[in-house]
Each structure stands twice: as C-alpha cells, then as structure tokens.
C-alpha cells in the first residue's frame, strides 16, 4: 500500500480560509434569512461530526489545490464522504425524509454560495443565474430541492452581498454581518483550526 499523500501548510492554510469564507458567507443569510434553525452544527461547516476544521476532512481537501491534479477519488473523496455526515448534507444529498422546508433553504443556500464563491471544481465563480442553473442541470437533485433554490435565490438577491475578499487571513478577520455569538464561535473554532497547520510544516 502506497503512503497517503499530506497537504502542505500552504494548502492546508488555503483550505482553512475557504472554509472560513464559505462559513461566513452562508451564515450571514442564515442570520438575515431567519434559517437554519433546526442545524445543531453551527457556525455552518465548522462544528460537529466531519466539519472542514476537522484534521480527517482538511487532509484530503487540501489537496484539490495541488498541481499537478491527485486523483480525486483516491486523495479527496473519502474526506468528502466524511464531510457529508453533516446535518446539512443528510438533510439536502442524501435527500433525507426527515428533511424540513428550511432545511431545504439552508441546503439551497450553501450550494448557491458555493456556486458565487467560485470552486475549483465549478470552474470558476457564477452569478445567481447560472448558478440556479446548476442546481436545477444536477441531475440528482429533486424537484423539491430545485424548488427551494427557486425560492431562495430572490431573497438572497435583495440582501448586500458579502465582499468575502475582506477576509484575508485567520488570525483576525471581519465580521460581515453574522451574529455577535457566531462571530465569536467562528473566531475561536478558527484559532483551534490554525493548529492544525503545524502538523503540515
């Protein structure tokens, strides 16, 4: 057997800050959406079971920033699997029948957060347009899921959108319109994060 490939703290720090990005993006329409309610793992993706801050879920995907590119589904996709066993992706992937209208909206706006913040494996960053497109193109989505995007979307337009370039770095960054207690959960969850990035030196 083959050793397993580690990240460098360079990818491993990039990883941390996607995620922070990623986190503060959904949170704030939470926040301002009255959402997310029922999710016992907030701030959205960095606590509980499988969250990105995790160091089995960093490990694998980390390595999406490598060049040349790994094989995904041996380096990246069993940290991807540990990450779905958050609530919000047993509520939206799997789908879930315990799944509720909101939860639905909190799946709806992480993909479409996703979809504006420009992940390397969409290609590069989407407007609203296009990415309520590609929700509606996956073919594994239901019609409930297309349903609540279609919902969503307008709401999320009237809001100011996030300049999410504003966080730079993890030691200190800006709160962009979460809560005062998400911000501080969020904060010291990054901290504890930024250990991690000893282990890749």
């Not at 079971?49 to 590119?69: F, S, T």
């Not at 509606?136 to 337009?157: G, Y």
């Not at 962009?176 to 959960?185: A, I, P, R, T």
Request: proline share 4%; charged share 25%; with cysteine.
């Amino acid at each position: 057997m083959t050793g397993r490939l580690i990240p460098t703290e360079q990818e491993a720090q990039r990883w941390l800050l996607e995620t922070l990005r990623h986190s503060m993006h959904v949170e704030y329409f939470l926040y301002e959406l009255k959402l997310g309610n029922r999710d016992p793992e907030r701030p959205f993706d960095i606590i509980g079971i499988g969250n990105k801050y995790e160091l089995e879920v960093v490990k694998g995907m980390a390595l999406q920033y490598r060049e040349p590119k790994v094989d995904f589904k041996i380096h990246i996709s069993p940290s991807v699997e540990l990450h779905r066993q958050q609530y919000h992706h047993r509520m939206w992937n799997l789908p879930s029948p315990k799944a509720t209208q909101e939860d639905l909206f909190e799946g709806a706006i992480d993909a479409i957060c996703a979809n504006l913040e420009g992940r390397i494996y969409f290609g590069g960053a989407y407007d609203y347009n296009q990415a309520l497109f590609n929700i509606e193109d996956l073919k594994t989505n239901t019609q409930s899921k297309i349903n609540a995007a279609r919902i969503i979307v307008p709401e999320m337009r009237k809001l100011k959108q996030l300049n999410l370039g504003l966080i730079t770095g993890l030691s200190d960054f800006p709160n962009l319109g979460v809560s005062k207690d998400c911000y501080d959960e969020m904060f010291l969850r990054t901290q504890e994060a930024c250990e991690l990035l000893a282990i890749f030196k």
